[in-house]
Every structure is written in C-alpha cells, then in structure tokens.
C-alpha cells in the first residue's frame, strides 16, 4: 500500500500546534507588550524562558504548572505573564527571541525572572524547583513580599 500525505497541509497543522504553544492563554509572547501592560497596570512581570518544543524540563513545567487555568488566574492579579520561546520547531521565533537570552543573561533552560513594574530584575529562579502550582504561587508571593521589604 502506498503512503499518501499531504506535506503542506501536515506542515500547517505542526505550524498551528507550535504557535498555540507559544501564545498560551495568560502568556503574553510579545516582551515590550508585556513590559507596557506590567508598567500601566503597575505590576510584576514574569518571564519564562523556554524551549517549548526540545527542553524536558519545560514541558514538564508547562503542564505541571504554567498551562493550568488555576494557575493562571491566581496570579494575573499581581503579575503580567511573558513567555520567551526558542523552539527548535519554529526557527523565525528563535532567532527573534534569541538576543533577549544574551540581554537577560539567561544560560539554560527553564528559567523566570521577575521584574518590577519599572522593569528591574529582583528575582531570578529555575521554576522546575517548583513543581505544583500551589508551590509556583507561594513561591512567587514570597518573592514579592520580599522585594517588597527592601
């Protein structure tokens, strides 16, 4: 029997299944957006950085913690969620997001900042040491309450 396929439409589906990935609900994939919004709502930024479609770790982050719905909604009231994706699947996005990594100094993967509304870094952490939301979120308050205090 002889295989049939057809490869443009099979490359439109992977396509659409890797861009859903980077524009998670909540996730905003646009950093100046995301710093805009941080700023005029005057709240923290969180950035992910991740390899969506290689890294281990941050799928198993992704689904453990970062897609969940519960998650989301917990902490959008304080923070503005950013995600910096350099897949392997999708080389324009990589490249794109591949000078922030070298701005932010960021060497592996997965990794968040969090950054105040005026856009200074007081946070930096590898979030798969956190492997539930509940822990992701009191993690984050900490983290808050502690940039606070100084």
Known sequence: MKAFFNLPLVTAICSLS????????????????????????????????????????????????FSKKEFVAQ?????????IDVPKGDKALAEK??????????TGYPTCLLLDSEGKEFSRYNPGAHPTVDKMVKHMTYQLRRKDMF
């Open 75 to 83: 902490v959008q009231e304080k923070f503005v969620l950013c995600i």
């Open 97 to 106: 997001n591949k000078p922030l990594l070298k701005e932010y100094k960021v």
């Open 18 to 65: 890797i861009a859903s990935a980077h524009a998670a609900e909540g996730w905003e994939p646009d950093l100046e957006a995301a710093k805009a919004q941080a700023k005029r709502e005057n709240k923290t930024l969180l950035i992910k950085f991740t390899g969506s479609d290689w890294c281990s770790p941050c799928i198993a982050i992704e689904k453990a913690v």
